[in-house]
């Protein structure tokens, strides 16, 4: 199994930035699929970015531009840079991978959460 530790997350003044983190407790032989959700009380999960393995990132239309998904140079730690942040990011942010670890087992995991706030 797989655990996910998220950090990074906090309160942060409109237009201002975050870069949440999501660190893998096994070393990853492949990543296949990695992804940022997000919600809030009332709504549905959603999906803010995400990037599967050899292909292009992709982003909601509200984040695009001005989020970033990538990979870190360690094997097992992925991030999202969060530029000009607005209230309506406000939510709980949870990360998502999918791969094969270092001991040849697939895994699918989800981060526990990390709220990030926008308010002045």
């Known amino acids: 199994q797989v655990q996910l530790e998220e950090s990074g997350g906090g309160l942060v003044r409109p237009g201002g930035s975050l870069r949440l983190s999501c660190a893998a407790s096994?070393?990853?032989?492949?990543?296949?699929?990695m992804d940022w959700y997000r919600e809030v009380p009332g709504k549905q999960r959603e999906l803010v970015a995400g990037?599967?393995?050899?292909?292009?990132?992709d982003y909601a239309d509200s984040v695009r531009g001005r989020f970033i998904i990538s990979r870190d140079g360690a094997r097992n730690k992925i991030s999202l840079q969060m530029n000009d942040l607005r209230p309506e990011d406000t939510a709980v942010y949870y990360c998502?991978?999918?791969?094969?670890?270092?001991?040849?087992?697939?895994?699918?995991?989800w981060g526990q959460g990390i709220q990030v706030t926008v308010s002045s």
């Open positions: 096994n070393s990853i032989l492949s990543l296949e699929r």
């Open positions: 998502y991978l999918a791969g094969v670890t270092n001991q040849v087992r697939g895994f699918s995991s």
């Open positions: 990037m599967s393995k050899g292909h292009t990132p």
